[in-house]
C-alpha cells in the first residue's frame, strides 16, 4: 500500500510558476513510474507529465517545454515545475505513481491561472 501527499498547488498569474511536490510513503517495493495529471472543469482528466523509472520522461502537447518532471529516488518523491503558466493550465492536479503492479494517487492539488 501506498499513500502519495501532493503539495504546492495556488494561485498565480499567468507567466508565472509554481512547483508541486508529491511524496510517496508506506509498503513501497519498487516505484516503476511517476507522473503528474490534471483535471479541469467539465474535461476529463489528462496526463501531463510522467517518469518512468527515473529516465524517460513523457509531456503532453500542451506543456512542453513549460513544466519539467523530476524525481528524487531517496525521499521517494516527484516534483512538476511548471514555468510560463497560462490560464488554461487551471486545473486540479493529481499525483500518482506505479509500485509493483498497482497503480495510486494523490488527493489532488488545485492550481488556479489567474490575472
Known amino acids: 500500500q501506498v499513500q502519495l501527499v501532493e503539495s504546492g498547488g495556488g494561485l498565480v498569474q499567468p507567466g508565472g510558476s509554481l512547483r508541486l511536490s508529491c511524496v510517496a510513503s508506506?509498503?513501497?517495493?519498487?516505484?516503476?513510474?511517476m507522473g503528474w495529471y490534471r483535471q479541469a472543469p467539465g474535461k476529463q482528466r489528462e496526463v501531463v507529465a510522467r517518469?518512468?523509472?527515473?529516465?524517460?520522461?513523457n509531456y503532453a502537447d500542451s506543456v512542453k517545454g513549460r513544466f519539467t518532471i523530476s524525481r528524487d529516488n531517496a525521499k521517494n518523491t516527484v516534483y512538476l515545475q511548471m514555468n510560463s503558466l497560462k490560464p488554461e493550465d487551471t486545473a486540479v492536479y493529481y499525483c500518482?505513481?506505479?509500485?509493483?503492479?498497482?497503480?495510486?494517487w494523490g488527493q489532488g492539488t488545485q492550481v488556479t491561472v489567474s490575472s
Open positions: 500518482n505513481c506505479a509500485e509493483n503492479g498497482r497503480t495510486y
Open positions: 517518469d518512468i523509472n527515473g529516465g524517460s520522461r
Open positions: 508506506g509498503s513501497i517495493f519498487s516505484i516503476s513510474a
